[in-house]
């Protein structure tokens, strides 16, 4: 995932976090950690020399610990770890909720129509178009992914590949976003909340799911 994407997903994170969304926090450090690490190679020259004494100052903080590249360690996990510190965000949502029944379908359904969607884009369009390996046993996502990588093959210069990557990258967060709030919308249906809200708006005149 480039800059751009990182950076949007933190700056929604950080936001969900300001409005109440506590669980987010561990999600939101972990991607502030990704977009560091992201900038760290930017070719904005301020950016990477910003990014880069930020990893430096982890490396010798690590050193005094007696921990040897302690960046790069730190760096790992957080790549590996914003998935599940989404679930345990998740999690905590559905503890906070008064009706937990409900919320663990709603959370459920957002989560897991999130995930989903995210791979299938990864693996049907992101990778190919980025020139990525595409790992997958299915003969028509290969068929898929085959075609998109062929229409790019030809695609020249440096400039227009990047423009490709992100691109892609926006394309994966508007998936991520769209697909999160559909599954959480299909959710509502399922544990009845949907039409809870209805009937409040219906007789109150206020909307409170705004």
Known sequence: MGAIATAIYDFRNINKVSHGDTGRVGAAAAQ????????????????????????????DAGRFIGVTNAASKVTGFASKAVNPLLCVASGVRVLNDD?????????????????????LFKTLVANPLTGKEVKTTSKLATKIADTVA??????????????????????????SILTFDLGKKIGKKISGRDDEIKNVKTTSGLDYNS
């Open 32 to 59: 502030t950690t990704n977009l560091i690490n992201a900038a760290s190679t930017s070719s904005i020259e301020p950016l990477q020399k910003g990014a880069n004494a930020v990893l430096n100052y982890v490396d």
């Open 99 to 119: 009706d937990q029944y409900a919320a663990l379908i709603e959370e459920s359904c957002a989560m897991g129509a999130m995930f989903a969607s995210e791979k």
């Open 150 to 175: 062929d229409s790019v093959k030809n695609v020249k210069g440096s400039g227009k590949k990047k423009l490709l990557a992100i691109a892609a990258d926006l394309a994966l967060v508007g998936v």
